[in-house]
């Protein structure tokens, strides 16, 4: 399971969130909402110190990414695509199923 994020959804982060280098961001599954990989269930994140349980980690540009392994159910067999949507102006969410 890899995290893949845009230059466009990190430089929203940047901007919208204001996190800066050395800044560490953790999504999580979260009750209700929209998923087309898990019904009734979203996605959330949240500024956030990675654990021990990590089970994917990605860094760019000075910001780490994580997933850990209470969330990992949620993203079995699949990478998590963060993107940024320019009509909504956040960041969205695509799966990309491991092959």
Same mark, same amino acid.
Do not use: H, M, R
């Given at each position: 399971m890899e995290i893949k994020v845009s230059d466009q959804a990190l430089q929203w982060f940047k901007d919208?969130?204001?996190? %800066?280098? &050395? @800044?560490?961001?953790?999504?999580?599954?979260?009750? &209700?909402g929209y %998923?087309?990989?898990h019904e009734g269930f979203s996605l959330a994140f949240a500024l956030?110190?990675?654990?021990? @349980?990590?089970?994917?980690?990605?860094?760019?540009n000075g910001i780490t990414f994580f997933i850990d392994?209470?969330?990992?159910?949620?993203?079995? &067999?699949?990478n998590l695509i963060v993107k940024y949507d320019e009509e909504l102006d956040e960041v969205a969410y695509d799966y990309e199923e491991i092959q």
């Open positions: 919208d969130v204001e996190i %800066s280098d &050395g @800044d560490t961001i953790k999504f999580q599954a979260k009750y &209700g %998923s087309p990989i956030n110190e990675p654990l021990e @349980d990590t089970i994917t980690i990605t860094e760019k392994a209470t969330d990992a159910w949620y993203f079995e &067999g699949y």
